[in-house]
């Protein structure tokens, strides 16, 4: 995506920065909570399912760390905007 360029005419830097905190804050919050749901052996019956489920459910952990990482990048590019860096 492309960061918001900060004008006179446009949102502010705080219109523009919290609700991408908010939505990193809570993509950090469904990791947690899909952490907490991590598949684990005993209760699968087929060990190759198991690896095969594990393996999905990192790789969609692993998509929102990314998603959350990028929304952080641009909260704190508008942040570098607002203070002339």
Known sequence: ???PTLNINGS?????????LQAWSNL????????KATPNGRDYGDYEQC???RKKHYDRIEAIDS???EIYN???????QEQGA
């Open 28 to 35: 950090r919050d469904a990791i947690e909570a899909l952490l």
């Open 12 to 20: 502010s830097a705080d219109d523009l920065i919290a609700p991408r």
């Open 51 to 53: 690896k095969a489920d």
């Open 67 to 69: 998603i959350s990482l």
């Open 1 to 3: 995506m492309i960061t």
């Open 74 to 80: 641009e909260a704190i590019a508008i942040k570098n």
